[in-house]
């Protein structure tokens, strides 16, 4: 079964401060994405990753930064976190056109 | 542009009655449409999909929805819900060969005893 892990549950952060979020899956899949989750708004896609060292543009992108080092990692940057990134993150894998798996989300507070 | 609508934010039921939930979306070219369940304080669990082949699409729990490409929508439906799947669920679409996924907005359907 496809295992996607999200470091942290629930993150408090001040105004300004460097985020990390992190995710990790454990079944080789190719694609990897990040996105945000708000009330009213659904899933929206801040970046997707095809492969190591590669990465896309979603439809929010600004104010956040990825890194896929390894396969099974992609990490998520908020260069210099402000409130209005306060939201739910989720992960998600897949391989290629099939089904996304998706961790259990990162509730992040900025304050 | 591809985009997936979903009217319908809320949708309150009694347990046992059924329940329809929409989704409409928009793409001039051949799509593959999904419905994710999200349980609370959980991530997002593929439902059910289309890809090809039979319009009508099932899954284990007894929901089932439909492909309707001259009316552009993939409902949802259950014949009697259960107080279990009180959730929120997501439709969404992706177009054929592509990697990128859009969302709707999600609909959550309370189920009352």
């Known amino acids: 079964d496809v295992k996607v892990t999200q470091s942290s549950r629930y993150l408090v952060k001040r105004t300004g401060e460097k985020v990390f979020l992190e995710c990790v899956q454990d079944m080789d899949h190719e694609n990897m994405f990040w996105y945000r989750q708000d009330p009213g708004l659904g899933l929206r896609l801040i970046y997707f990753s095809y492969d190591v060292k590669m990465k896309e543009k979603g439809d929010i992108p600004e104010g956040y930064s990825v890194s896929r080092e390894k396969k099974e990692r992609f990490s998520l940057i908020l260069e210099s976190a402000s409130t209005n990134q306060t939201s739910m993150y989720l992960c998600?894998?897949?391989?290629?056109?099939?089904?996304?798996?998706f961790g259990n989300g990162t509730r992040l507070t900025v304050t | 542009a591809q985009s997936v609508t979903q009217l319908d934010s809320q949708v309150p039921v009694f347990e046992e009655a059924p329940v329809e939930l929409r989704c409409n979306y928009s793409s001039s070219v051949s799509v593959y449409l999904f419905w994710y369940v999200q349980y609370p304080n959980q991530g997002l669990q593929l439902l059910l999909k289309y890809l090809s082949g039979s319009t009508l699409v099932e899954s284990i729990n007894g929901f089932e929805a439909e492909f309707n490409k001259s009316q552009t929508s993939f409902h949802l439906r259950k014949p009697s819900v259960h107080i279990s799947d009180t959730a929120e669920y997501f439709c969404?679409?992706?177009?054929?060969?592509?990697?990128?996924?859009?969302f709707g907005t999600g609909t959550r359907l309370q189920v009352f005893p």
């Open positions: 998600a894998s897949r391989v290629y056109s099939s089904p996304l798996h």
């Open positions: 969404a679409v992706t177009l054929y060969n592509t990697d990128k996924l859009i």
